[in-house]
């Protein structure tokens, strides 16, 4: 089974469940609920109410749901995500809203979205940057947000010490081994995965001036064990030049 597959088959399976299991974690690891991480995020991104949003990597729709909920965004929300079955509770969840919204939900990969060059005023994009390839998605975020626009990424933060080889292996197999008898092999392989993804406060600094990113703003929210990983959220802004 190839990484991505992994990745499909783990959330295939999580989506019926997905946002009990998130905050149950989230509360575990950090002492947030998933609410309250997802508020966090949507209030550290300056948006107006005409602004056109995506949502990249959405899951099942949380964020465009709370964007709409909280009367922030009248313009267009679109989430994009790459597990048909995550889609489908999220249109679940907005059918549920009983009335018409402002979001459109897309299949597709967030390394090559389907979407034109400086479309987006904002883009969000909640725990997921640690399932993908970070060059590769700031590459296509830079590319889709129009010049001057927003970007806000929240996600776990890792330590410069996971690069040595033994911790490396010693957090990748306790992961494994964390999420496999909850979540089964797919879930326990796509997080143990992921591990390579995350990367440290400085790492994100440099890489998203690497894509021409301005304005970078790196904040470690807190939590409530020390020997959790920090989450962290990432503000910047897609030059003008
Ligand atoms: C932990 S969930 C986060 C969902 C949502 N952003 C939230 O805040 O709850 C990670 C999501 O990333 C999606 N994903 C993983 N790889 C992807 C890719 N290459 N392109 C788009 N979505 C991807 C998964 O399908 C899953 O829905």
């Known amino acids: 089974?190839?990484?991505?597959?992994?990745?499909?088959?783990?959330?295939?399976?999580?989506?019926?469940?997905?946002?009990?299991?998130?905050?149950?974690?989230?509360?575990?690891?950090?002492g947030w609920s998933y609410d309250g991480f997802i508020e966090n995020l949507i209030a550290m991104t300056p948006m107006a109410e005409e602004d056109v949003v995506l949502?990249?990597?959405?899951?099942?729709?949380?964020?465009?749901?709370?964007?709409?909920?909280?009367?922030?965004?009248?313009?267009?929300?679109?989430?994009?995500?790459?597990?048909?079955?995550?889609?489908k509770r999220g249109q679940q969840r907005i059918?549920?809203?009983?009335?018409?919204?402002?979001?459109?939900?897309t299949c597709g990969s967030a390394m090559a979205m389907p979407f034109k060059d400086n479309y987006f005023d904002v883009i969000l994009c909640g725990l997921a940057t640690h399932h993908l390839d970070v060059p590769v998605v700031l590459a296509e975020m830079r590319r889709?947000?129009?010049?001057?626009?927003?970007?806000t990424i929240a996600d776990v933060g890792g330590a410069a010490n996971w690069r040595l080889p033994g911790i490396r292996t010693?957090?990748?197999?306790?992961t494994f081994l964390y999420f496999w008898p909850k979540e089964g092999f797919a879930r326990a392989r796509?997080?143990?995965?992921?591990?390579?993804?995350?990367l440290t406060p400085e790492e994100w600094r440099t890489k998203l001036a690497d894509y021409e990113f301005t304005q970078i703003d790196i904040t470690r929210l807190p939590?409530?064990?020390?020997?959790?990983?920090?989450?962290?959220?990432?503000?910047?802004?897609?030059?003008?030049?």
């Open 95 to 105: 059918a549920a809203l009983g009335k018409p919204t402002c979001i459109a939900l």
């Open 223 to 241: 939590k409530s064990h020390n020997w959790a990983p920090a989450p962290l959220v990432m503000a910047a802004r897609k030059g003008l030049g």
């Open 55 to 87: 949502d990249v990597a959405t899951g099942t729709s949380v964020i465009p749901i709370k964007l709409v909920e909280q009367g922030k965004i009248k313009g267009q929300v679109v989430g994009l995500d790459i597990t048909q079955a995550m889609l």
């Open 170 to 174: 010693l957090i990748r197999l306790g």
């Open 1 to 30: 089974m190839s990484e991505k597959q992994a990745i499909i088959s783990a959330f295939t399976d999580l989506a019926p469940r997905y946002e009990k299991v998130v905050d149950g974690e989230l509360k575990r690891f950090w």
């Open 144 to 151: 889709i947000l129009k010049p001057g626009g927003r970007l």
């Open 190 to 198: 796509s997080e143990a995965g992921a591990l390579s993804h995350v």
